[in-house]
């Protein structure tokens, strides 16, 4: 069964560096996604990206956060300064259509700012 | 701002037992899905539903959305030890953006 896939699974940086979570979507999906869940507590939306741009973010995804489909396979989400409340579950999925149809989540990166 | 709240946020049971599972909100989705979530791993997705009143079956577990689809429930007969997870609802609206707004979440535990 087609994939998600995310790297890396666990990612520890120092407050203030740059991290870059990296996701490889489903072939044939068009639309893809980044979520966060701060342990314990909801999966959250930060953004929506199709046809090589963004289509809707949260208030979350402020000037901090940055999307980018560098090629035909990877997706990836940049964080320029973290803070130590990005330490979260981060998750990409994808989907086939605006439907939602085939709402596909990748295993997740767990990022843990120190 | 829509909200999802989910209810029971945990449930512990025997197995055989029969359980229902609610989400419910004040807003309108388009569609409504519920997802399994194991420790560490993202969201699987077990159904998708759209219409207002509609019902889908899978195996031992029954879905349905509310007719004015504003709140689901799923409904687990005869409950097995490996149904024990994090389930999670999530409602779409239909816009441009596609995102899903999730509840809280149930933990289900079932006991042997």
């Known amino acids: 069964e087609p994939e998600v896939t995310q790297t890396p699974s666990h990612q520890v940086t120092q407050m203030g560096q740059e991290v870059i979570l990296r996701c490889v979507p489903i072939s044939n999906h068009l639309y893809f996604y980044w979520y966060r869940q701060i342990l314990g507590q909801k999966v959250e939306f930060l953004v929506s990206f199709y046809n090589n741009e963004i289509s809707e973010k949260s208030e979350i995804f402020d000037d901090q956060f940055s999307v980018e489909r560098p090629d035909g396979s990877n997706f990836t989400l940049k964080i320029r300064s973290t803070k130590l409340e990005d330490s979260a579950m981060y998750f990409c999925?994808?989907?086939?259509?605006?439907?939602?149809?085939?709402?596909?989540f990748g295993s997740g990166t767990r990022l843990t700012v120190v | 701002t829509q909200l999802l709240e989910q209810s029971p946020q945990f449930l512990s049971i025997q197995e055989g037992e029969n359980l229902t599972v609610y989400c419910n909100s004040s807003s309108v989705f388009s569609s409504l899905q519920w997802y399994r979530q194991e420790p560490g791993e993202g969201p699987v997705l077990l159904v998708t539903?759209?219409?207002?009143?509609e019902v889908k079956k899978l195996k031992r577990l029954t879905f349905q959305f509310g007719d004015a689809r504003k709140d689901s429930s799923l409904h687990i007969t005869a409950a097995q030890p490996g149904d024990t997870g994090l389930y999670l609802c999530?409602?779409?609206?239909?816009?441009?953006?596609?995102?899903?707004?999730f509840g809280g979440g149930t933990r289900l535990m079932v006991k042997p």
């Open positions: 999530a409602g779409a609206r239909n816009n441009a953006g596609n995102m899903l707004t």
């Open positions: 999925a994808s989907s086939e259509a605006r439907s939602g149809r085939g709402y596909t």
């Open positions: 539903v759209v219409t207002g009143g």
